[in-house]
């Protein structure tokens, strides 16, 4: 597996539901980041979180860092159709270059 | 708008060709990097320049190659081209030298390969 997977790889949801993707890693981190990447389009940052760090909120985004399980959380509340987007996590293994996982593709049907 | 600007956003080639595509950073950005996706491979990170050096590699292929200008834009070369080079290539920057912060994407450049 790479060093940033993300869980699950594809998920469709009705508008309004909450949608969680996962993001499981290998090696020591500094900082995890979220990206959103629109169909062919380049990749927009959403949010990051430094490994002392627990929880961070942006607007409809929470996500959560567990250092000891190596993993992380993206929720998107009262999803819209305009989320439909695939989503990937970075991280920076021993504080190197961030290494992006393959991304969850999620699809918000109206 | 990132305030990245890659150019072009489509080129259309033949194998053994070479190609080069051309980045601009977002302005006050010291470093650029570039990433290569694909559907086999996801985000592929390629090589990083900060302020016009070289300052880290991944994993980029003997015939790319790629250099910095003193106006900070940067060119990745892309030589004797292979169908399997066929790919979105992104440049992304940031203001400084490590990888600690938000890295800002350009629209990509998207190669196909004949």
């Known amino acids: 597996s790479q060093q940033g997977e993300e869980d699950p790889q594809a998920l469709s949801i009705q508008e309004g539901e909450n949608a969680t993707m996962n993001c499981s890693y290998k090696?020591?981190?500094?900082?995890l980041q979220w990206y959103r990447q629109n169909s062919g389009r380049g990749l927009v940052h959403l949010i990051l979180?430094?490994?002392?760090?627990r929880e961070k909120h942006s607007g409809r985004l929470r996500v959560t860092l567990d250092t000891s399980k190596k993993s992380s959380s993206l929720l998107i509340t009262a999803s819209r159709a305009a989320d439909t987007a695939s989503y990937f996590c970075?991280?920076?293994?021993?504080?190197?270059?961030?290494?992006f996982g393959p991304g969850t593709r999620l699809s918000v049907l109206p | 708008d990132s305030g990245v600007t890659q150019t072009p956003k489509h080129l259309i080639t033949a194998t053994g060709q070479r190609v080069t595509l051309r980045c601009s950073p977002r302005s006050g950005d010291l470093s650029v990097y570039w990433y290569q996706q694909s559907l086999d491979q996801g985000l592929q990170f390629l090589i990083q320049?900060?302020?016009?050096?070289?300052?880290a590699k991944g994993n980029i292929l003997e015939r790319f190659s790629a250099q910095q200008f003193p106006d900070l834009h940067s060119e990745l070369n892309l030589s004797s081209l292979e169908l399997g080079d066929s790919a979105l290539y992104f440049c992304?920057?940031?203001?400084?030298?490590?990888?600690?912060?938000?890295?800002?994407f350009g629209e990509g450049s998207r190669l196909t390969v004949l």
């Open positions: 970075a991280t920076d293994p021993y504080g190197q270059n961030f290494v």
């Open positions: 979180i430094r490994s002392n760090e």
């Open positions: 090696t020591s981190i500094n900082n």
């Open positions: 320049y900060y302020n016009g050096e070289e300052r």
């Open positions: 992304a920057s940031s203001v400084g030298v490590t990888n600690t912060g938000e890295l800002f």
